[in-house]
């Protein structure tokens, strides 16, 4: 499987942006699949994932309500919707997945858990 990210750029704090994630070379809706970031000297962290089905989400507490993770099998591609961005949201974005075992039905915030990731989207927003 191969994921690459776009959707990334310089934007001012309190507009909006969407990634996207295009997938190819598996099948997609066995995906199970989350965005991370990683700011400049900074652990990478998930802000958002989801379950192969799409149908439960995780969202850590500092983009709740702000960043929306979906996606669309019919075009192999996942998104994260950001709305009112902040200086805080910089970093390079990366999108991830793996094709977890039938029986596991979670998302996962476990960067080890994903066996798949883009080559990352960096985010600017100034204040």
């Known amino acids: 499987v191969q994921l690459q990210a776009s959707g990334g750029g310089l934007v001012q704090a309190g507009e909006s942006l969407r990634l996207s994630c295009a997938a190819s070379?598996?099948?997609?809706?066995?995906?199970?699949m989350g965005w991370s970031r990683q700011a400049s000297g900074e652990e990478r962290e998930f802000v958002a994932a989801?379950?192969?089905?799409?149908?439960?989400?995780y969202y850590a507490d500092s983009v709740k309500g702000r960043f929306t993770i979906s996606r669309d099998n019919t075009k192999n591609t996942m998104y994260l919707q950001m709305h009112s961005l902040r200086p805080e949201d910089t970093a390079v974005y990366y999108c991830?997945?793996?094709?977890?075992?039938?029986?596991?039905?979670?998302?996962?915030?476990?960067?080890?858990?994903?066996?798949?990731w883009g080559q990352g989207t960096l985010v600017t927003v100034s204040s």
């Open positions: 070379g598996g099948t997609f809706s066995r995906l199970r």
């Open positions: 991830a997945a793996d094709t977890p075992p039938f029986a596991i039905t979670s998302w996962t915030t476990s960067a080890s858990s994903y066996d798949y």
């Open positions: 989801f379950s192969k089905s799409g149908g439960t989400t």
